[in-house]
């Protein structure tokens, strides 16, 4: 079990070290595949398999840093939007009740 938890820690360092190139949902990612197969692996070594208990983390940890990092980069360019002054909401105006009556009736569409 010591080997396995070195070699985990080993693998973690290389990820993140690895992380210079990426964006940051990649990095996001990468780095919750590695906190999860070292959290499974202590789990699992708790319980008894440390080889699934290591894998069940990495899966977890991997959609859960995929998941944050895309809910990071939405947040951030929802403020970027914001900052440069343009719409969250839909860009076309919506019609209300007067103006589709007009344009069914062969009105001008504003």
């Known amino acids: 079990m010591r080997h396995f938890l070195v070699l985990m820690l080993a693998i973690a360092l290389v990820v993140v070290g690895g992380c210079a190139g990426l964006s940051q ?29 290591a894998a069940i983390g990495a899966g977890t940890g991997l959609l859960g840093g995929f998941l944050y990092g895309e809910h990071q980069k939405a947040e ?5 939007r914001g900052a440069r002054g343009i ?13 589709m009556k007009g344009a069914r009736q062969g009105g001008t569409y504003r």
């Not at 719409?87 to 103006?99: F, I, L, N």
């Open 87 to 99: 719409p969250a909401g839909p860009t076309t105006p919506v019609m209300g009740w007067p103006e």
């Open 76 to 80: 951030q360019e929802a403020y970027e």
């Open 25 to 53: 949902t990649e990095q996001r990612t990468l780095t919750g595949w590695a906190a999860g197969a070292a959290g499974g692996a202590l789990v699992g070594a708790i319980a008894g398999n440390t080889g699934l208990g």
